[in-house]
């Protein structure tokens, strides 16, 4: 049951399948706590960042969509994910029905573009290929990610409440 992940990219960065090779910068980024502050809060483990490295290239052979590892043009290195991936998180069927997008970048890629040109890229790709409304959930204190929400559409939809404490979640509609 192979599935391609697609190359896309961007002027900045490529979105590409995270390669075996790179589990440990994968983890590296996953243990900053920098990059777990607003995701949980608490920096993951080499097991718990091994099980999510699994879950994502599980993803793309189950669904045909998931997350790709951002590569930055100018160092070739690893400095974050984006995609798409269903959560089953409980939060109920409007939002676990729906596949939810997401974005990570590490602390020395931040705050200069690139989440937005990775996510915009990722979320063109979706349109495109699989189509339909998308939903995302961040910490209401996380303006930055807040920022990148709006700017791919995505509106308010409630607060809820996770094991982590108070969330925001988001829809983005179908484009037209």
Avoid at 77 to 96: I, P, Y
């Amino acid at each position: 049951m192979g599935r391609h992940v697609p190359t896309i990219n961007t002027a900045r960065v490529t979105l590409r399948a995270i390669r075996p090779a790179e589990f440990d910068r994968f983890a590296e980024i996953w243990a900053m706590p920098e990059v777990a502050v607003y995701i949980g809060g608490t920096p993951r483990n080499r097991s718990e960042s091994w099980k999510s490295f699994l879950i994502n290239a599980g993803h793309w052979q189950m669904t045909g969509f998931g997350q790709w590892g951002i590569e930055e043009h100018a160092t070739k290195r690893l400095v974050g994910q984006v995609g798409f991936f269903f959560g089953a998180r409980g939060l109920g069927e409007d939002f676990d029905s729906v596949p939810e997008a997401g974005w990570v970048l590490a602390p020395e890629a931040q705050g200069v573009g690139l989440g937005i040109e990775a996510a915009q890229a990722a979320h063109d790709w979706f349109d495109r290929v699989v189509t339909g409304p998308l939903v995302c959930m961040m910490d209401p204190d996380h303006a930055a990610s807040a920022r990148i929400a709006e700017q791919l559409g995505y509106v308010d939809m409630r607060l809820a409440e996770d094991d982590d404490g108070p969330i925001q979640l988001k829809l983005r509609k179908s484009p037209p």
